[in-house]
């Protein structure tokens, strides 16, 4: 059977936006990819001291927001993983899924910058092609740089998504929410009204069931 192209759009989600989802569908278009599986985090040791709704508000987010794109899909994996969440677990868990596919992970420009700090990054190289984008703020001197040492070092096959700079950010969105700012057009509607029924990331969102 011929290998298929997946790419693999991992993020805390928190919340989900039109920059991730324009990321994943520019991806997909330029690398010729035959699906996109979104993946929201579990629990991040980055983040830990950091208020995250729970992972299965997060992937209801990302399930709305991804309806009607027949190439997208959203994956349970990390947030039914127990402990922290790693990428290179997910790799590894992925390959044994669909094995002989091509795996793709998407990121932006922040997350290749820190890479080199992530658990068993080498690995990750092995494992997927990493697709980046630059974001707003990208220093694109820096990224150059980084991801020309990345493929000397560690021989990581790091390519360039070509995406328009957006800026939307999940702290972005979530300042807007906190001081009850509209937040109409960064994030699907469905998005938004779950935001509101869960009462996530409002000064009351303690009270949230
Ligand atoms: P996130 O904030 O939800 O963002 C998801 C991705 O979308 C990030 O790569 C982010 O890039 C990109 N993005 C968001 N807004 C963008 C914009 N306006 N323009 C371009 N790109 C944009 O998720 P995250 O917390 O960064 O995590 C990303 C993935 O990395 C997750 O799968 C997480 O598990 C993984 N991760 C793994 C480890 C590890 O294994 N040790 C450590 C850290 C993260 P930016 O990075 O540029 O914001």
Known sequence: MKSRKIGIMGGTFNPIHYAHLLLAENA???????RIIF???GQSYM????????????????????????YFTCS??????????????TL???QRMYPGDELFFIMGADSLLSMESWYQ?????Q?????????DDTDERALSDAAERMKTRYLADIRMVMTGRMDISSTMIREKIKTGKSVRYLLPEDCVEYICLKNLY????????
């Open 121 to 125: 990054f080498e690995d990750i190289f």
């Open 39 to 41: 993946i929201p985090s």
């Open 92 to 94: 590894h868990q992925l």
């Open 28 to 34: 997909r278009e330029q690398f010729g990819l035959d």
């Open 47 to 70: 983040k830990e001291d950091e208020d995250i709704p729970s992972g299965e508000f997060r992937y209801q987010m990302v399930k709305m927001a991804i309806q009607g794109n027949p």
């Open 127 to 135: 494992m997927a092609a990493i697709l980046v984008a630059v974001r």
């Open 202 to 209: 409002s000064q009351q969102q303690e009270e949230r069931v």
């Open 76 to 89: 349970r994996v990390e947030i039914d993983r127990p402990g922290r969440t790693y990428t290179v677990d």
